[in-house]
C-alpha cells in the first residue's frame, strides 16, 4: 500500500500554483516519521512559505531588528504537529493540538526553545513572547489573509523600536507588505484544499 499523498512529496516537490518553498528537510522527515496527515503537511508548507517572505521583507525593511530566522521558519513549519494527534482541529476550532505539539517535538529531541512555537502559536500577548513567536503566529494568520489587528501592532512596535521610525510608518509598510501576501491566498487556500484530511490509500 502506497500513500497517494505522499508526506515527502507535499513537502518537498516543486509546486507551481502558487510556487511554495520546499519544507526544512528534517521537519519533512519528522512529518511523514509521525504520519502526519496531507492536509496538515500542506498547510505546514504554505504556513513556512509565508514565514519566509515575512523575513525577506524583514531584511529589506527593516535590517535593524535582530530575528532568529532559522527558529521562525522552524516554528512555521511544525506550529500545528500537534495535529497528528488530534485531527478533529484540522477542519474543526480546538486548542488541544497546542499543547500536544510541543510534547511530541520534545519527546523528539526538539529543543524547548524550537518547540515552543506549537505549544504558543495561537497567543501572543502573553510574557515572553518574542518577536519570533509573534511572526510564527502572524504567518499563521496572513497566509489565508486573515489580519488580527493586536497582533499586527505587537509586529509594529517591534518595527518602530528597531528602526527608531514612527509607529503609523511602520504600519503603512507592514500593511502593504501584508496586503500584497494576502492577494495570494485564495491559490495558498486552494492548494491546501486539494490535500485530504487523512491518508488516502491506494493497493
Ligand atoms: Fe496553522
Excluded: Y
Excluded at 515527502?8 to 507551481?16: K, N
Excluded at 485531527?87 to 529543543?111: K, M, Y
Excluded at 500577548?125 to 489573509?145: C, F, I, M, R, Y
Amino acid at each position: 500500500m502506497t500513500a497517494v499523498f505522499d508526506t515527502l512529496s507535499i513537502a518537498l516537490a516543486e509546486t507551481s500554483d502558487p510556487p511554495l518553498l520546499p519544507l526544512p528537510a528534517d521537519v519533512a522527515a519528522l512529518l511523514a516519521d509521525v504520519g502526519a496527515p496531507p492536509r496538515l503537511v500542506a498547510h505546514l508548507r504554505a504556513v513556512h512559505d509565508v514565514a519566509a517572505q515575512l523575513l525577506e521583507w524583514l531584511g529589506r525593511h527593516c535590517p535593524g531588528l535582530t530575528v532568529d530566522r532559522a527558529a521562525v521558519l522552524f516554528g512555521a513549519a511544525t506550529h500545528d504537529i500537534g495535529k497528528v494527534l488530534h485531527t478533529g482541529e484540522l477542519s474543526g476550532p480546538g486548542a488541544r493540538h497546542e499543547e500536544a505539539g510541543r510534547e511530541l517535538l520534545l519527546a523528539r529531541g526538539v529543543p524547548p526553545e524550537l518547540a515552543r512555537f506549537a505549544g504558543g502559536h495561537a497567543s501572543w500577548d502573553g510574557p515572553g513572547v518574542g518577536v519570533e513567536d509573534l511572526l510564527v503566529s502572524l504567518a499563521d494568520k496572513v497566509w489565508k489573509n486573515k489580519r488580527v489587528a493586536d497582533l499586527e501592532d505587537l509586529v509594529v512596535a517591534e518595527l518602530s523600536r528597531a528602526s527608531a521610525r514612527p509607529a503609523w510608518q511602520e504600519f503603512l509598510a507592514l500593511d502593504e507588505f501584508l496586503t500584497a501576501v494576502g492577494d495570494h491566498a485564495d491559490r495558498r487556500l486552494a492548494w491546501q484544499a486539494t490535500h485530504p484530511l487523512t491518508p488516502v490509500l491506494r493497493g
